[in-house]
């Protein structure tokens, strides 16, 4: 097992290489850079070009990427031109309130995810089963900013249930930890919903598409037969060996946590990571930009390596070479 992961890091050397290569390649054929990208209409030829010599602009791409990749190696990602500051700092700022709603959203997906498989699974072509499946359809039909903003316009202006964005009141004062929790809470429950609705649609139907096989099998046939009862047969032998191949997908996981959802953090107005990564992009800051972009890279060939892992830990019968 030591081996083959440290064999697995070391392959993701020359990965990392070819994704920085690409990365840099695609922002350097974007038209316009961070100085344009003000549309300050004071700014004169004289000035821009001053600017773009500060900023390292001026020079060729091939030389801005070994400077920049070995600025990389030495754990520096830059500075944000935007937010003047490194863009470390940057994403420490930001990525933990995108990691708030994705692990919750997570928890529930998953939950909801399982129950409602299994009992679709167990019902097949029942109204339980019909209702799901247009459930699973309906959350994997409609784009996300269309769920939140509907919700937004039922629960928050209609029925002024929760808050329309943010992720606190404004200028209220959390005298207490728990004043400011509960403020939070109220303010991430609709983001937490509509990413909990994309998630387990999705899941649902896997959960579902693999509880179907499994209880075709001899093994819960013969359990069946030795009088066992049905909730331990489900839920004990059919279930356990369903969740296998599913246990990979918490791998994958692993950058969305950290990603934040870009387009729901625009929607809700909330403080994450995506919605900073998006005005990155608006606003050509290339080092936050590039760097964060590397970071979901990385996270997302840990998050392979965890998935392959947690398969072989799983199935002692396959072995990691």
């Known amino acids: ?28 054929m974007v038209p316009g850079d961070y100085i344009t990208g003000k549309d300050n209409p004071n700014m004169t030829a004289e000035k821009e070009a001053q600017l773009r010599h500060i900023y390292g602009l001026d020079q060729p791409e091939y030389k801005r990427y070994f ?104 200028g209220q004062s959390h005298a207490g930890s728990w004043t400011y929790v509960l ?40 359990a069946r037969a030795k009088g066992l009862k049905e909730r331990t047969v489900i839920f004990k032998h059919a279930l356990r060996n369903a969740l296998i191949p599913a246990i990979t997908l918490l791998g994958f996981e692993l950058p969305a946590l950290f990603g934040g959802a870009i387009i729901l953090e625009k929607v809700f107005v909330w403080p994450g990571v995506g919605q900073v990564y998006l005005e990155s992009i608006t606003m050509r800051d290339y080092p936050f930009m590039l760097g964060f972009t590397i970071f979901l890279a990385i996270l997302t060939l840990l998050g392979n390596l965890l998935s392959d892992v947690l398969y072989g830990v799983a199935d002692p019968r396959i072995r990691l070479k």
């Open 1 to 28: 097992m030591k081996q083959y992961i440290l064999r697995r890091l070391l392959q993701m050397i020359p990965t990392l290489i070819g994704i920085s290569i690409i990365v840099f390649a695609i922002s350097a």
């Open 183 to 222: 403020d939070v809470a109220e303010h991430m429950f609709l983001p937490v919903l509509v990413l909990t609705m994309l998630s387990t649609g999705s899941l649902t139907r896997y959960f579902r598409t693999s509880m179907l096989e499994v209880i075709r099998q001899d093994y819960i046939r013969t």
């Open 67 to 170: 400077i920049w990749a070995g600025n990389m190696l030495q754990g520096n990602m830059g500075e944000s031109l935007q937010h003047k500051q490194p863009v470390t700092q940057v994403i420490s700022n930001y990525v933990w309130n995108s990691v708030i709603i994705a692990f919750f959203s997570l928890i529930f997906s998953w939950i909801i995810a399982v129950f409602a498989g299994v009992f679709s699974a167990k019902f097949q072509y029942s109204l339980f089963d019909k209702l799901v499946t247009l459930f699973i359809f309906l959350c994997m039909s409609l784009p996300s900013f269309f769920i939140g903003l509907l919700l937004i316009k039922i629960f928050a202006l209609d029925l002024g249930l929760f808050p329309v964005g943010g992720m606190t009141t404004a």
